[in-house]
């Protein structure tokens, strides 16, 4: 609910998870795929959900990532 303005404010506001695309890595990552890897397809049938927001777990606290998000979402 309120599509890429709110999901990048969700992102903005997590502090465990960071604003990046997949590195491989084990830690948690976060992103608004429209703003981010799917830039190159917006506006086509392609593009993914404006409010979409995707989430990689790494190896942190599952406690810890829920409380992460929970905080962020508001």
Do not use: C, N, Y
Request: glycine share 12%; aromatic share 2%; proline share 4%.
């Amino acid at each position: 609910k309120g599509g890429e303005a709110a999901a990048k404010r969700t992102v903005s506001r997590t502090r465990i998870f960071a604003l990046a695309e997949s590195l491989g890595g084990v830690e948690s990552l976060i992103e608004v795929p429209l703003a981010m890897t799917h830039g190159s397809v917006a506006g086509t049938d392609l593009a993914p959900p404006a409010g979409l927001i995707r989430a990689s777990v790494g190896i942190e606290s599952l406690d810890d990532l829920i409380a992460d998000l929970t905080q962020a979402i508001g």
